[in-house]
């Protein structure tokens, strides 16, 4: 079975500039969830979706970030303009729906705003 | 709120010795516990999860943690540690009715040759 796929690996971009990130959850998978990763600290939520709608965007900096996942499978992170403090990894993960199954991570898209 | 706890951000044991990593939690209800494990410049691996029954949950490469509730605790162990072990360990929790998974900020396990 194919993993949570993310793209691209890594990312140096400088600020202010935007970026985006791709990601393909397991197949057949509702749940999409985007976390953020900063150096030293634990991955926190973003957003979540089922299938093509949100279930929680409440710490995801809307004024500059922003996601999709329009037909219910793949899912887009945008950052628009980047700040240095948005450098990090974007984790992208699925799960089945339901609250006992096990949530699987993508490798991480890594940012780093210059 | 909740909140998970990884009180050690770094546990360094001998190859071969048993090893401990872990983690309490402040969550009302039942929650889910989980244990995921970050190799260098990698993603998230799950290792094993705790939803119910048996208090001691076995997992990938020979980890297992159990759970104590009175003390609201879910510490991960192995009977003897590799070399290979090495990495950054992250305990999560899923309070009851949420569906998202909130983590600790990590510990760093070295296993010394």
């Known amino acids: 079975e194919a993993g949570v796929a993310q793209s691209p690996r890594y990312k140096i971009i400088e600020k202010r500039q935007s970026v985006a990130f791709w990601c393909n959850p397991i197949?057949?998978?509702?749940?999409l969830y985007w976390y953020q990763q900063i150096l030293g600290q634990g991955p926190k939520l973003l957003i979540q979706?089922?299938?093509?709608?949100?279930?929680?965007d409440s710490q995801l900096p809307k004024d500059r970030f922003s996601a999709e996942r329009l037909k219910g499978v793949d899912s887009t992170l945008k950052i628009q303009p980047a700040k240095l403090e948005d450098s990090a990894v974007y984790l992208c993960?699925?799960?089945?729906?339901?609250?006992?199954?096990?949530?699987?991570f993508g490798e991480g898209s890594w940012l780093t705003v210059v | 709120a909740q909140s998970v706890a990884q009180p050690e951000d770094q546990v360094n044991v001998a190859e071969g010795n048993p090893l401990t990593v872990k983690c309490t939690y402040s969550?009302?209800?039942?929650?889910?516990l989980f244990w995921y494990v970050q190799y260098p410049n990698r993603g998230l691996q799950f290792l094993l999860k705790?939803?119910?029954?048996?208090?001691l949950v076995k997992g990938s490469y020979g980890f297992e943690a159990e759970f104590n509730k009175s003390q609201t605790s879910f510490h991960l162990k192995k009977p003897s540690a590799l070399v290979s072990d090495s990495a950054l360990y992250f305990c999560?929790?899923?309070?009851?009715?949420?569906?998202?998974?909130?983590f600790g900020t990590g510990t760093r396990l070295t296993v010394i040759p």
């Open positions: 993960a699925s799960s089945a729906t339901g609250a006992g199954n096990t949530i699987y």
């Open positions: 197949s057949g998978h509702a749940t």
């Open positions: 979706f089922q299938n093509n709608g949100v279930v929680d």
């Open positions: 969550v009302s209800g039942n929650p889910y």
């Open positions: 705790y939803i119910t029954g048996d208090n």
């Open positions: 999560a929790v899923r309070p009851p009715g949420a569906n998202n998974l909130f």
